[in-house]
T-cell receptor, first 113, second 115 residues
Framework: GNSVTQMEGPVTLSEEAFLTINCTYT??????LFWYVQYPGEGLQLLLKATKADDKGSNKGFEATYRKETTSFHLEKGSVQVSDSAVYFCALSDRSGYSTLTFGKGTMLLVSP | DVKVTQSSRYLVKRTGEKVFLECVQDMDHENMFWYRQDPGLGLRLIYF???????EKGDIPEGYSVSREKKERFSLILESASTNQTSMYLC??????????????FGSGTQLSVL
């Protein structure tokens, strides 16, 4: 079956540091890949996505590239802010059936001033 | 923007009670989902629905049922609540299945405590 593995958190960074959150996946076929973010007290919201190999999703300074050869979709940001503190979820959709999403366990990011 | 509204932010129930969690979306979305979120386990899919009166089991349907009588409303039912159902419950909706329409819109969640 499908699965998503994320690095465990919390990831603790100082403001303006470089961020990488690793995500690898197992899936049959060619899934779409997503990063969702959950700010404190809120539901998840889509941060970015990529639908095919070598696509790069980007939003709000975050980027992730769909790497089919390494089955990875690592999230990066060049300079984090305190307001980026949140839980980040990697997810995939296998495009078969009803396209339900499979989520990773989430990685908490804490950014200090 | 799409709004997904969950009826309660916090809920406290007793073991054995029947519990209803309500979710309403206002953008005519076809698909609706119920997830539970637990520390260290992430999000796990309980049930989903792709049309009125239709439902499909997710990964952890045991102890739960759902109802979708109207397109905009998707209810999660705990027939007899147990302490291991204490969790954050998240409702989500999406426009339609397949293609590029896998963007889920989430509600803010209901934190259910079963005592």
């Amino acid at each position: 079956g499908n699965s998503v593995t994320q690095m465990e958190g919390p990831v603790t960074l100082s403001e303006e540091a470089f961020l990488t959150i690793n995500c690898t996946y197992t899936a049959t076929g060619y899934p779409s890949l997503f990063w969702y973010v959950q700010y404190p007290g809120e539901g998840l919201q889509l941060l970015l996505k990529a639908t095919k190999a070598d696509d790069k999703g980007s939003n709000k300074g975050f980027e992730a590239t769909y790497r089919k050869e390494t089955t990875s979709f690592h999230l990066e940001k060049g300079s984090v802010q305190v307001s980026d503190s949140a839980v980040y979820f990697c997810a995939l959709s296998d495009r078969s059936g009803y396209s339900t999403l499979t989520f990773g366990k989430g990685t908490m990011l804490l950014v200090s001033p | 923007d799409v709004k997904v509204t969950q009826s309660s932010r916090y809920l406290v129930k007793r073991t054995g009670e029947k519990v209803f969690l309500e979710c309403v979306q206002d953008m005519d979305h076809e698909n609706m989902f119920w997830y539970r979120q637990d520390p260290g386990l992430g999000l796990r899919l309980i049930y989903f629905s792709y049309d009125v009166k239709m439902k499909e089991k997710g990964d952890i349907p045991e102890g739960y049922s759902v109802s979708r009588e109207k397109k905009e409303r998707f209810s999660l039912i705990l027939e007899s609540a147990s302490t291991n159902q204490t969790s954050m419950y998240l409702c989500a909706s999406s426009l339609s299945s397949g293609g590029s329409n896998e963007k889920l819109f989430f509600g803010s969640g209901t934190q259910l405590s079963v005592l």
